[in-house]
């Protein structure tokens, strides 16, 4: 059974950094790509990142271009996302998601709460 | 940027409706589309990849539809457990972008 379990999530101070891991378990982790999506409060989605299966490919959404990294570890079937300068409106549940072959995203984990405030 | 607009926001329906949502993108995306459903509180869940490929497991009451700009998707006999938030993505180019999703709800 494919699973993603996000963990990282918390309070943070606007200006402060946080580290998002995704444990992957159920699949061969380094066949695929994969990907950060966030939800606001009440909003929807919105995608944040992507990487490859090699990390040979990356991309992120201009909204967070310079202040968040992607990267993996596939001896470790781990996608992380690392945080820095973080805005008030960072502020969602972050979930990691399989890219499907045709950058469909397949399975999402349940989620975690990143909350930016003073 | 690709622009995904759906609509409409939201519909009320009674069970075993026929309930239709669109999506239209802001440029031809030929059928790099998917529809998510999300339950609240939930991770969002693929029903339809490639316009028109039901994703397995999903029902068959659930199907999609399009091409280019233009893109449905239609639940043919609404089930309870379908009241939920619908989203269209489109996977053309980066950054992907979802639609504002269509919250469908008990008439």
């Known amino acids: 059974e494919v699973q993603l379990v996000e963990s990282g999530g918390g309070l943070v101070q606007p200006g402060g950094s946080l580290r998002l891991s995704c444990a992957a378990s159920?699949?061969?982790?380094?066949?695929?790509?994969m990907n950060w999506v966030r939800q606001a409060p009440g909003k929807g989605l919105e995608w944040v990142s992507y990487?490859?299966?090699?990390?040979?490919?990356?991309y992120y959404a201009d909204s967070v271009k310079g202040r968040f990294t992607i990267s993996r570890d596939n001896a470790k079937n781990s996608l992380y996302l690392q945080m820095n300068s973080l805005r008030d409106e960072d502020t969602a549940v972050y979930y990691c998601?399989?890219?499907?072959?045709?950058?469909?995203?397949?399975?999402w984990g349940q989620g975690t709460l990143v909350t930016v405030s003073s | 940027d690709i622009q995904m607009t759906q609509s409409p926001s939201s519909v009320s329906a009674s069970v075993g409706d026929r309930v239709t949502i669109t999506c239209r993108a802001s440029q031809g995306i030929s059928s790099w589309l998917a529809w998510y459903q999300q339950k609240p509180g939930k991770a969002p869940k693929l029903l339809i990849y490639a316009a028109s490929s039901l994703q397995s497991g999903v029902p068959s009451r659930f199907s999609g539809s399009g091409s280019g700009t233009d893109f449905t998707l239609t639940i043919s006999s609404l089930q309870p457990e379908d009241f939920a938030t619908y989203y269209c993505?489109?996977?053309?180019?980066?950054?992907?972008?979802f639609g504002q999703g269509t919250k469908v709800e008990i008439k």
């Open positions: 990487i490859s299966s090699s990390s040979s490919t990356i």
């Open positions: 159920g699949f061969t982790f380094s066949s695929y790509s």
């Open positions: 993505q489109q996977a053309n180019s980066f950054p992907q972008t």
């Open positions: 998601a399989r890219d499907q072959e045709l950058s469909f995203f397949d399975y």
